[in-house]
């Protein structure tokens, strides 16, 4: 989440490759809450503690869920989502995803490519009703296509979104991508031509969540929930921003590097697709299985 400008309490998800050979969690648990390793492992060094990275990276709480043999095994949280109130975290305590939120958005268009409402290799212009891409020398052989946006090789420019504070008058979507006020960012272009090469973009994300947007006539919160989030019972998660009043209640404070509160406690995004999913580690674990 380097584009972010703020540190959110963290959200972990972790896919063990050991068999513990036992019914009893418990010992798993120990071995997570005891047994982190460090990035270069010293022969003869303790491996490290949760509770003390917890402390080095300045992380109020965080929320852990764990699969095993396709099934999230056991679920547990640690330390509290919110300094000021010291409320603790619960597994069901929701956390800015992120890029995840990337990831959750590619299940939402292959559903719509497999219900026939978008091609993967058909110019996305085709597709986009309430704002168009601008043509250029770089799209006059190729054009952009879903299957470029989702794979970042459209050429599009925009590496991330930093988000909006609370108190921030936040920007359409269109905006966003002309990069006018008040968007915080620039406009998204194409700068090389499709297809050519790899280069990570968050813009074009978000030409994907409004082409899919265009093609439904619905919010795109709205969206996700019926084709991906309700059918996986991904029951506390939502792209909804800014996040509803019954939701915020649920949800962690983020903070910065420094350890300082987020501005209003949490960052608004309307690019969803590239990072506005809030949700939780066992989730994230339906979703991965």
Known sequence: MKHLLCKLLL????FPTVSFGQSNVEPQIKRVEQGLLPAVLIKGDPALALAERMKYYKVPGLSIAVIKDFRVEWARAYGVKDVETNEPVATDTLFQAGSISKSVNAMVAMKKVEQ??????????????????????FTARKKVTLRNLLSHTAGTTVHGFPGY?????????????????????????????????????????????????????????????????????????????????????????????????????????????????????????????
């Open 116 to 137: 026939g409402r978008i091609s993967l290799d058909e110019n996305i212009n085709n597709k986009l009703t309430s704002w168009k891409l601008p043509e250029n020398e």
């Open 165 to 289: 504070a609370v108190t921030e008058k936040v920007p359409t979507l269109q905006q966003v991508l002309d990069g006018a006020a008040p968007a915080n960012t620039i406009a998204v272009r194409v700068d090389f031509e499709p297809g050519t090469q790899y280069r990570y973009s968050g813009g074009g994300i978000t030409i994907a969540q409004l082409a899919i947007m265009d093609i439904q006539k619905k919010p795109y919160p709205e969206i996700a929930r019926e084709t991906v989030l309700a059918p996986l019972n991904m029951s506390n998660s939502t792209y909804s921003q800014p996040l509803p009043d019954d939701w915020r209640k649920k949800a962690a404070t983020g903070y910065r590097l420094n350890g300082r509160e987020v501005e209003g406690k949490i960052h608004v995004y309307p690019e969803m697709a590239a990072a506005g999913l809030w949700t939780t580690p066992t989730d994230l674990g339906k979703f991965a299985i």
């Open 11 to 14: 959200l972990v998800v972790i």
